[in-house]
């Protein structure tokens, strides 16, 4: 059976390609977002530029942009996404990725930061746990708990939730507020309360206790301290990341999987003769073999012969 190619396959990920006359489209791999927000802001900031219509899809962490080639380039818009705060480029074509001596499928598979997002996790969960226990639990309260407590809360707030107060400075800088602002807003005041109540007010006094009460009474702070909330608050934020961010490369991991079934190689007829290319030199216009059983390459129209197809992957 010999068909027609009716789209640019041929077209990699990540480079610009003809969408209409005199404009252009690419799609980058966008860093730093940390909630939908983040994509909504970054979106915003495209689209204000003359010329330019982008997309951002959080879950996917990329930017379809259509621009006009005349009037901006790759790097503007590149430039225009770091201005935001985040982080832009445009991802290397998968067959560089594949290709690359040296390197096979376990290696090739990207992290997303889940390494780091699973050291600050694990230790949140470690230090935050007992700070907890201690604040709940009054027969855990020995003489200078609360000193205890606060050299576990510290690396917590400190370390473990390190991406929250950066976020939020770098969105502060740029006159915005997103769930990172929240975060790190709420468990530093509570951290730094504590540290004034230990320091400065009663709450460091040997004998110190948190009875466990459900009444109100009206006091002046200054022998309360929160650092259950500081750590605990962290440490459940970033379980929530650890596990969002799992979900997509499994999610991910599947897409690559479904992509490596196409086709990785066409017939071309070219002078009435069978040549062999890759696909991704497939051009629209393109006349190609497809023998019973095969792959078809891409869209297209048959033009002559008949054959067999698979449609069992077709809905």
Known sequence: MTTRSATPSGTSRGSASAAAPGSASVELAIGGMTCASCAARIEKKLNRMDGVEATVNYATEKAKVTYRDDDVSVQDLISTVE???????????PETRRDAPGTDEAESEPDDG??????????????????????MVPA???????????????????????????????NLKHGAATMDTLVSVGTSAAF???????????????????????????????????????????????AGRWFEARSKRKAGAALRALMELGAKEVTLLRDGREVTVPTAELRVGDRFVVRPGEKIATDGTVVEGTSAVDASMLT
């Open 140 to 170: 855990l309260q020995f003489d200078n708990w609360q000193w205890l407590s606060l050299t576990l809360a510290a690396p917590v707030v400190v370390y473990a939730g390190w991406p929250f107060h950066r976020a939020a400075w770098t």
């Open 114 to 135: 889940l390494t780091a997002l699973r050291q600050r996790l694990i230790t949140s969960l470690a230090l935050s746990v007992p700070v907890i226990a201690m604040a």
């Open 192 to 238: 730094l309360w504590s540290v004034w109540a230990l320091f400065f007010g009663t709450a460091g006094m040997t004998g110190m206790t948190h009875p466990f009460e459900l009444t109100i009474a009206r006091t002046d702070g200054a022998g309360n301290i929160y650092l259950e909330a500081a750590a605990g608050v962290t440490a459940f934020v970033l």
């Open 83 to 93: 201005a935001t705060g985040y982080t832009a480029q445009p991802p290397p074509p």
